[in-house]
């Protein structure tokens, strides 16, 4: 129903940084609550990184530290800041968005179509 569009991916050395970008399709109201998940090949998608409506953060122990979660509201987006990019983040990273279309809506929960971030050593 509602589509969401990632950017922001690529191949980076180890070391370097890259930032996801997450937008919906349609406008939108607000942003509720907002993950990234990530899935590298032979693996179970994990969970990165969450934002709650609170604001409140938490992240995978893996990336603490290096990542960092955030959403814009007003620009009806959702990043994810990499740092200190290692050859074990390599896998295709996933925006999951919790958000409704109009104040007073329900809210829907959708996925983007995934974007691939390579570390090379």
């Known amino acids: 129903q509602v589509q969401l569009v990632e950017s922001g991916g690529g191949l980076v050395q180890a070391g370097g940084s890259l930032r996801l970008s997450c937008a919906p399709s349609?406008?939108?109201?607000?942003?509720?609550?907002m993950a990234w998940y990530r899935q590298a090949p032979g693996n179970q998608r994990e969970l990165v990184a969450s934002?709650?409506?609170?604001?409140?953060?938490n992240y995978a122990d893996s990336v603490k530290g290096r990542f960092t979660i955030s959403r814009d509201n007003a620009k009806n987006t959702a990043y994810l800041q990499m740092n200190s990019l290692k050859p074990e983040d390599t896998a295709v990273y996933y925006c999951?968005?919790?958000?409704?279309?109009?104040?007073?809506?329900?809210?829907?929960?959708?996925w983007g179509q995934g974007t691939q971030v390579t570390v090379s050593s």
């Open positions: 934002i709650a409506s609170d604001g409140s953060t």
């Open positions: 349609v406008s939108i109201y607000s942003i509720n609550a």
């Open positions: 999951n968005m919790r958000a409704r279309r109009y104040s007073g809506s329900s809210y829907f929960t959708s």
